[in-house]
């Protein structure tokens, strides 16, 4: 079969694996060619959402640059089968682990459920047996709609809000190329309560406490979330929003996770990184024109930052230099919020109308992300070429 994309508003329903695995090789030749003198830099990592965004990024500036580290990666993804190719994570995992493997390296994946019992079990057994027992950095980067609630089995859904007023503006469809105008009621409670226990602190608490409780935490261990505040352009539909309320509950449990630390002498950060093209990301309505401006002054800039470059930043620049804010964050969003480019970015995001879109924000450079996402737009990719499901349905993380 001949794979081609296939988009659904801002959601992709077929992914290429040949360039999943392009986009893998793209970042670990980045990662590669990075340079730290940085003696503690982790070396046994449980990265929490590995698959794909931030969390693939970390995966791969761990595993493949100077840390060298040794990454076990949980994702929920899904591959080949009778309903279709899989998902774009799937493939990503199967890479990275090829990749490592190939190198020397050790990086196996657990595909399930982060929230279940089953998926913290099979992570406790593979640290004890592939990672001498304990680990001595956990990165939490999940991002999802839904989590199971444990106590009766049915489910918070999150819902990206305002808060306390209505909210219009213009999402991004990459089906139909096209600006859409949006209008967003404020958010209920009960649908800020809910977007609270899926995407705050309560699971990433709740791991630690996990991995705590089975010993498997080295002397020192470290743990690292991923938040995103942006600038008051943005708020009302994020900061001020029920993902920001989220995040802020993400903060907080900062201190409980260092409480937890205390005796390990470990600790606990949070990362505000910059708005990027994610699986996640082009999912909040009204951010994407805000996306479009961003991205055409910070490469106009000369700035411009994928996750890899993020990532890579944080662990190689960041990680063990005392480069917080005054409320304990590291910042890597710092580019994003320089003034010279929020002043850019400002008069652009003013201007931005169905009809200019195109032209004003760089809509081709936020599509061809989108689309790398799932393998496709890569020059070096043989598109044309078919592809063996059966093949595909042998291939496992
Ligand atoms: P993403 O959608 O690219 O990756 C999410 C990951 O979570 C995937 O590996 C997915 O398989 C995994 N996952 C989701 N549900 C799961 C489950 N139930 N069990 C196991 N794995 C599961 O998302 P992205 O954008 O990388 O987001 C990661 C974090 O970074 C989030 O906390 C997000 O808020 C934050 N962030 C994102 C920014 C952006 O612009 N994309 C900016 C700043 C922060």
Redesign the pocket.
């Given at each position: 079969m001949i794979i081609h994309p296939q988009i659904q508003g801002v959601v992709a329903r077929s992914c290429h694996p040949a360039g999943c695995q392009a986009a893998v090789n793209e970042q670990i030749d980045k990662a590669t060619q990075q340079h730290s003198q940085d003696t503690a830099l982790p070396k046994r990592v449980l990265i929490?959402?590995?698959?794909?965004?931030?969390?693939?990024a970390s995966r791969i500036a761990l595993t493949f640059g100077p840390a060298n580290a040794k990454t076990l990666g949980?994702?929920?993804?899904r591959g080949a089968s009778e309903k279709g190719i899989g998902s774009a994570?799937w493939y990503n995992n199967i890479h990275v682990a090829n990749a490592a493997q190939a190198a020397g390296k050790v990086a196996p994946n657990i595909v399930?459920?982060?929230?279940s019992d089953k998926?913290r079990q099979q992570v406790a057994e593979t640290i004890r047996n592939e990672f001498d027992g304990e680990v001595d950095l956990v990165v939490y980067?999940?991002?999802?709609g839904v989590r199971p609630n444990p106590e009766n089995g049915e489910f918070w859904r999150s819902v990206i809000k305002p808060v306390g007023k209505a909210v219009e503006g213009y999402s991004v469809n990459f089906e139909h190329n096209r600006l859409d105008t949006i209008a967003l009621p404020p958010a209920s409670e009960q649908e800020i309560d809910d977007t609270v226990k899926v995407?705050g602190g309560e699971d990433w608490l709740g791991w630690m406490e996990f991995l705590n409780d089975q010993q498997l935490l080295a002397k020192g261990c470290r743990t690292v979330?991923?938040?995103?505040i942006g600038p008051e352009r943005t708020h009302d539909i994020y900061h001020k929003g029920t993902?920001g309320l989220a995040?802020i509950h993400l903060h907080q449990t900062r201190k409980d996770i260092d409480q937890l630390l205390a005796p390990l002498q470990g600790h606990a950060d949070i990362a505000?990184?910059?708005?990027?093209v994610?699986?996640?990301?082009v999912f909040i309505p009204g951010l994407t024109p805000y996306l479009l401006a961003l991205y055409r002054v910070m490469k106009d800039k000369g700035i411009h930052e994928g996750?890899i470059e993020q990532m890579n930043r944080l662990f190689y620049s960041k990680w063990n230099s005392d480069a917080r804010d005054q409320e304990g964050l590291i910042r890597l969003d710092d580019w994003e919020l320089r003034e010279d480019v929020q002043q850019a970015v400002n008069p652009l995001l003013d201007t931005i109308t169905p009809q200019n879109f195109n032209d004003l924000g760089d809509y081709d450079g936020v599509l061809r992300e989108f689309l790398q996402l799932n393998g496709f737009a890569f020059e070096n990719v043989e598109y044309d070429a078919p592809v063996d499901i059966d093949t595909l349905k042998a291939l496992k993380p």
């Open positions: 929490l959402g590995a698959s794909s965004g931030f969390g693939l949980v994702s929920f993804e994570g399930g459920d982060a929230f998926v980067s999940l991002a999802t995407m979330a991923y938040s995103y993902l995040k505000v990184c910059k708005a990027l994610t699986k996640a990301s996750c």
